[in-house]
């Protein structure tokens, strides 16, 4: 069965911290694996694309990592406004389908 | 560019009553849409999603159901409405790879 469990639930970090989120998968047949920040009310928005172990992309303070069982997204010097909800998504062989982690809460204190 | 609309924001309905939320896609053809819940502080569940005009895929049994009336449009129902019911919902679209989401809609059952 598909599955994303995501590590921790809840993360609270002071401002310049670094951490990691964690983000382990079992799928049959890996298409890609999804990385989304959420806002309370709001939407998920989409940061990252990774397809193949050993992957990585960055965006500012961001760094996505793939291996393949797992994914990590680093977080270098968090600010207050990287607060937010980060989920992880994999998308199976059988494209139509994209399954979720129920994500980590990072909250960043100044 | 491609742009999701979903409506309403919020709505607040009573156990019985019926249920209609709408989702259309500008900017794009023939996408895939998708139809997920996501329970407070829970990851996000596939409720539905489709390929096409009238195909309508179901992921879990319940008490809502789903069209596709046209190419970029997809709507979520249901005849009478159950506690278990409320939720944030949100639509998505993708033409492969990653999803794009709406900014959802909050549901109350009371």
């Known amino acids: 069965e598909d599955q994303v469990t995501q590590s921790p639930e809840a993360l609270r970090l002071q401002e310049g911290e670094s951490s990691s989120l964690n983000c382990s998968y079992t799928?049959?047949?890996?298409?890609?694996l999804f990385w989304y920040r959420q806002d309370p009310g709001k939407g998920p928005e989409f940061l990252f694309t990774?397809?193949?172990a050993g992957e990585e992309k960055e965006k500012e303070r961001l760094k996505a990592t793939l291996t393949k069982k797992e994914s990590f997204l680093h977080i270098t010097a968090p600010k207050p406004e990287d607060s937010a909800t980060y989920l992880c998504?994999?998308?199976?062989?059988?494209?139509?389908?994209?399954?979720f982690g129920s994500g980590t809460k990072l909250n960043v204190k100044p | 560019s491609q742009t999701i609309h979903q409506w309403p924001a919020t709505l607040v309905q009573p156990v019985g009553s019926p249920l209609s939320l709408e989702c259309t896609v500008e900017?794009?053809?023939?996408?895939?849409l998708y139809w997920y819940r996501q329970a407070a502080g829970r990851g996000l569940q596939l409720l539905f999603y489709s390929v096409g005009i009238g195909q309508i895929s179901s992921e879990v049994p319940q008490n809502l159901s789903a069209s596709r009336p046209q190419d970029r449009q997809f709507i979520l129902s249901s005849k009478k409405l159950l506690l278990s019911d409320s939720g944030f919902y949100l639509c998505?679209?993708?033409?492969?790879?990653?999803?794009?989401f709406g900014n959802g809609t909050r549901l109350t059952v009371t």
């Open positions: 900017g794009t053809s023939n996408p895939n």
């Open positions: 799928v049959s047949g890996l298409r890609g």
């Open positions: 998505a679209w993708t033409t492969g790879s990653p999803l794009h």
């Open positions: 990774l397809y193949s």
């Open positions: 998504a994999v998308q199976a062989l059988n494209f139509n389908k994209f399954y």
